[in-house]
């Protein structure tokens, strides 16, 4: 499978929007708790409302930052959700990675990468699941950001 993509223009400072992805705070519109280490191999987990899954997991457990160069780029390995069972618990992942460019005074850019993908139809269900789900996160985080 290809790569999917998702791209959004945020008028909001470079830092707000990259603390909006890297730190705990900056997280809560989207995700109430996380762990986030930003550092290699540090985790990388949001936790998202609603009743954990039949293993007890409410989000991204597992998952970790990969690399990353500030408020420039992260890379962060991520875990599929309950309603893809069949990857979710054989602890499959892809690879995220958000970009970051300053296109004007107060304007931001972030690009979404998600790769990693394989042939199958749990992959094919995840990919839809992902096509919408990070692009709704995208736009949660413009509105956030830009009513500040």
């Known amino acids: 499978m290809q ?3 998702k791209e959004v223009s945020i008028r909001a400072p470079l830092e707000a929007v990259w603390n909006a992805w890297t730190t705990k705070e900056g997280l809560t519109f989207i995700s109430p708790e996380s762990n986030i280490e930003l550092r ?4 990388y987990e949001w936790f998202l ?3 954990p899954d039949d293993e007890g997991k409410r989000g991204s457990e597992g998952s970790h ?3 990353f160069l500030p408020q420039k780029m992260i890379t962060f390995s991520w875990t599929f959700p309950p309603e893809v069972p069949e990857l979710r618990y054989a602890d ?3 690879q995220v990675v958000v970009l970051f460019d300053e296109v004007g005074e107060g304007v931001v850019h972030v690009k979404l990468h998600a790769q990693g993908w394989q042939d199958g139809e749990p992959w094919q269900r995840g990919w839809a ?3 919408k789900a990070w692009g709704f996160v995208l736009d ?3 509105q ?3 009513s500040r």
Do not use: N, S
């Open 40 to 43: 290699i191999g540090g985790p």
């Open 92 to 94: 499959e992942r892809t």
């Open 144 to 146: 956030h950001l830009e």
């Open 140 to 142: 949660a985080m413009k």
């Open 129 to 131: 699941y992902f096509d």
């Open 3 to 5: 790569m999917l993509q």
């Open 65 to 67: 930052v990969l690399d």
């Open 49 to 51: 409302h609603g009743e």
